[in-house]
């Protein structure tokens, strides 16, 4: 399972997307994020679906990487389907004991909200999938560069969040490997009740905590002795351009987004 967690990872390929302004990308995931949010009904999926499937084939990533993806969440994806089925009520009911009951409302609202979080990991994925670290970081940094007026350091707070999102990966490697060692010495981490399972991360999570914290050494040792300073005088290697392909994105974005909040107005 920790195997299948692909968040943080970037798949390094020539595609469209790929080319694209990373600060494009951002705006058009939140977007992409808010279109999913607003919407409360089945057309705001089929703009979703369409924008992933767009992505995905532009993008040249295998599918198989975005059901990856998904893969971990599937225990949300049941509590939240099982919660909205059983609780939910509104329309016709087909089954009821006590106060347990499946009605028109609850199946709806259930796949409902099923599907919009597949879409919701598939879409925000494709960033991450598409987008160096370092592209990512600048991209961050500039978009958050009207806040340098209130003397916040921005650069600092682009950096951190990139590079907890590229430990990610790392960090799921490192917990995989500790998992296989303490199996090896005889640990059971599969069976008995929950307080034993519990228990049982034990010797997993402080090893995982010893070497996290070893990791965030050894990197500000490393930026230190290349006396690294982010902030004002800071040069890039690579520059972020603009061009026609992020604009039309942009605007397909936005046509969806602007389609959802239309027909949201008129199925009220």
């Given amino acids: 399972m920790l195997k299948d967690i692909t968040l943080g990872q970037y ?8 080319r694209m302004d990373a600060r494009f990308k951002i705006i058009i995931t939140l977007l992409f994020l808010v279109m999913l949010f607003w919407g409360q009904h089945v057309p705001t999926l089929l703009f979703g679906f369409a924008f992933v499937l767009l992505a995905t084939v532009c993008s040249k990533i295998p599918p198989k990487m975005i059901v ?6 599937v225990p ?6 099982l919660l909205n089925l059983f ?4 329309g016709e009911i087909y089954w009821q004991w006590k106060f347990l009951r499946i009605s ?4 709806q609202t259930s796949v409902f909200m099923v599907v919009r979080i597949c879409l919701l990991i598939a879409g925000t ?9 370092i592209v990512l970081t600048d991209a ?3 978009l958050l560069s009207p806040l340098k007026k209130l003397k916040l350091p921005v650069h600092e707070l682009a950096m951190m969040m990139t590079i907890a999102l590229r430990f990610i990966p790392t960090l799921i490697e490192e917990t995989d490997k500790i998992m296989s060692a303490q199996k090896a010495r005889g640990a059971d981490m599969e069976s008995g009740g929950l307080v034993k399972r519990a228990k049982a991360l034990v010797p997993i999570l402080i090893p995982l905590f010893v070497s996290a914290f070893r990791r965030a050494e050894e990197l500000a040792l490393a930026m230190e002795c290349r006396c690294y300073h982010g902030g004002e005088g800071r040069t890039r290697l690579r520059q972020l351009k603009s061009g026609l392909r992020d604009y039309i994105a942009l605007a397909i974005m936005l046509a969806m987004l602007a389609a959802v909040i239309v027909i949201n107005a008129l199925m009220k």
């Fill in 11 to 18: 798949f390094p390929m020539d595609s469209v997307v790929h």
């Fill in 87 to 90: 609780l939910l009520e509104g």
């Fill in 125 to 133: 994925s494709l960033l991450t999938y598409t987008t160096s670290p």
């Fill in 76 to 81: 949300i994806l049941i509590f939240t389907g």
């Fill in 104 to 107: 028109e409302q609850g199946i």
């Fill in 68 to 73: 990856k993806s998904i893969k971990p969440i």
């Fill in 140 to 142: 961050i940094e500039a």
